[in-house]
């Protein structure tokens, strides 16, 4: 019978027992680096989302957001530009304008704002507010049902003021026409410039 390299060579087999310790030690370390780096992107990711939400405008404001947030940049409250307020993130609106007929609005879910914002879970009511005092006010659970939007574009381009612009309150009657009679067409409000979040 053969005998074993390692039992002719112990220097061998000591060599590679250090190898196999050096291996899982290796492992062990790009383990616990992975680890770090992964803890580190959730960190930073988190980090740009707050600096995001607490970033100062650069542009215009274009809409306030007030009352029971957490997340605020000025004393007035979380001001958005039209750049942050669409940073958001947006939704396309095929249907009918009650004042205007059928139309494309691109725009920003109130739903959303309000997360951003960091609004309160316990929120009684939003209230849209335009730029002549004109006030709409919503319920939290229809504005978490429905992609009720601020819309700020019409076919690809901003909405003049001439047509409600720059950013205007609109309800999808035509995916949901139930939408109707909770919010006349009188609510379609026009030149939207604060959201106010009151809670119960």
């Known amino acids: 019978m053969r005998e074993s390299s390692f039992k002719r060579d112990p220097v061998l087999l000591l060599s590679s027992v250090?190898?196999?310790i050096m291996n899982c030690k290796e492992v062990h370390r790009m383990r616990k680096l992975g680890l770090i780096i992964g803890l580190c992107a959730i960190l930073m990711l988190a980090g740009s989302v707050y600096c995001l939400a607490a970033a100062k405008p650069t542009g215009k404001v274009v809409l306030t957001v007030i009352g029971a947030i957490?997340?605020?940049?000025?004393?007035?409250?979380?001001e958005l530009d039209m750049a942050m307020l669409e940073?958001?993130?947006t939704k396309l609106y095929d249907g009918a304008d009650p004042?205007?007929?059928?139309?494309?609005y691109t725009g920003v879910v109130i739903a959303d704002i309000l997360k951003f914002a960091?609004?309160?879970?316990?929120?009684?009511?939003?209230?849209?507010?335009?730029?002549d005092g004109k006030k709409v006010t919503l319920k939290p659970e229809d504005v978490?049902?429905?992609?009720?939007?601020l819309a700020t574009q019409d076919a690809g381009k901003p909405i003049?003021?001439?047509l409600g612009g720059p950013v205007k309150l609109a309800?999808?009657?035509t995916t949901y026409p139930e939408l109707q009679k909770m919010y006349p067409k009188e609510d379609w409000s026009w030149f939207v410039v604060t959201l106010e979040v009151k809670v119960k």
């Open 171 to 173: 309800f999808p009657y």
């Open 118 to 131: 960091g609004a309160s879970k316990d929120v009684a009511e939003i209230i849209v507010i335009a730029n």
């Open 87 to 89: 940073g958001i993130g």
């Open 18 to 20: 250090q190898l196999a």
């Open 70 to 78: 957490t997340e605020t940049n000025s004393d007035k409250g979380l």
């Open 144 to 149: 978490s049902k429905y992609p009720i939007m």
């Open 160 to 162: 003049g003021a001439g």
């Open 99 to 104: 004042w205007l007929g059928k139309k494309k």
